[in-house]
């Protein structure tokens, strides 16, 4: 399975752009990269994902190097509600063995 | 239903006893996921359910964890002789899992359990 590596925490305020970078050295040929975003006593949810190169959606943007073996979420113009956990997941390809291990997340606090 | 759902929101259980907590998978998804989330860390995988595939129950932290999921939908997480350390949030997921990398995990909003 593969391990990721994220920062434990992150401050930015409020109109800034925020990057947060994800190591997965041992990401499988057919894994995908996916973002999810944990507010206070919700459960995650999905923000964006990837197998290569640039994704953009509404919310953010995935950008993957040609190797994969690292990621960066970019939030544009954050805002106060953007404070929250984000996880970096990768895996789900191995079939039906394909357990889905979260790390421990990057805590991002935005200030205004 | 639209979402993920789960029950009961919140559970306060005496040390010794039995509990069991719900999850309502979104109609159609195959995969199952139940995690533990202990208060300001990370999510720990316990187990996951595949359609008709045996469940992969390699993260359930001990004997007193066991879980069913019925007819390919509902599934029950019973924790037996409830400790102080089962304290935690319990949230499930589900997918539409197509075994090629790219599923989605929609999670419900998780059972509080405090255990006295």
């Known amino acids: 399975l593969a391990k990721t590596t994220q920062p434990i925490s992150m401050d930015s305020y409020e109109g800034q752009e925020v990057n947060i970078t994800c190591s997965h050295n041992?990401?499988?040929?057919?894994?995908?990269i996916t973002w999810y975003q944990q507010f206070p006593s919700q459960g995650p949810r999905f923000i964006i994902q990837?197998?290569?190169t640039k994704v953009t959606n509404e919310v953010a943007s995935l950008f993957i190097p040609a190797d994969r073996k690292s990621s960066t979420l970019s939030l544009p113009r954050v805002s106060l509600s953007d404070t929250a956990v984000y996880y970096c997941?990768?895996?789900?390809?191995?079939?039906?063995?394909?357990?889905?291990?979260f790390g421990q997340g990057t805590t991002l606090q935005v200030k205004p | 239903g639209a979402g993920v759902s789960q029950s009961p929101s919140n559970k306060v259980t005496e040390k010794g006893k039995d509990v069991e907590l719900r999850c309502d998978p979104i109609?159609?998804?195959?995969?199952l996921y139940w995690y533990r989330q202990s208060l300001g860390q990370g999510l720990e995988f316990l187990i996951y359910?595949?359609?008709?595939?045996?469940?992969?129950k390699s993260g359930l932290p001990s004997d007193r964890f066991s879980a069913e999921r019925t007819g390919g939908s509902v599934s029950t997480l019973t924790i037996q002789r409830t400790q102080q350390e089962d304290s935690a949030v319990y949230l499930c997921?589900?997918?539409?899992?197509?075994?090629?990398?790219?599923?989605?995990?929609?999670f419900g909003s998780g059972t509080q359990l405090s255990v006295l």
């Open positions: 997921a589900s997918s539409q899992r197509q075994g090629r990398g790219n599923e989605k995990l929609f």
């Open positions: 041992n990401i499988a040929t057919n894994d995908y």
């Open positions: 990837g197998y290569k």
């Open positions: 997941l990768v895996g789900g390809s191995s079939g039906n063995t394909g357990k889905l291990i």
């Open positions: 109609s159609g998804h195959t995969a």
């Open positions: 359910f595949q359609g008709n595939s045996a469940p992969d």
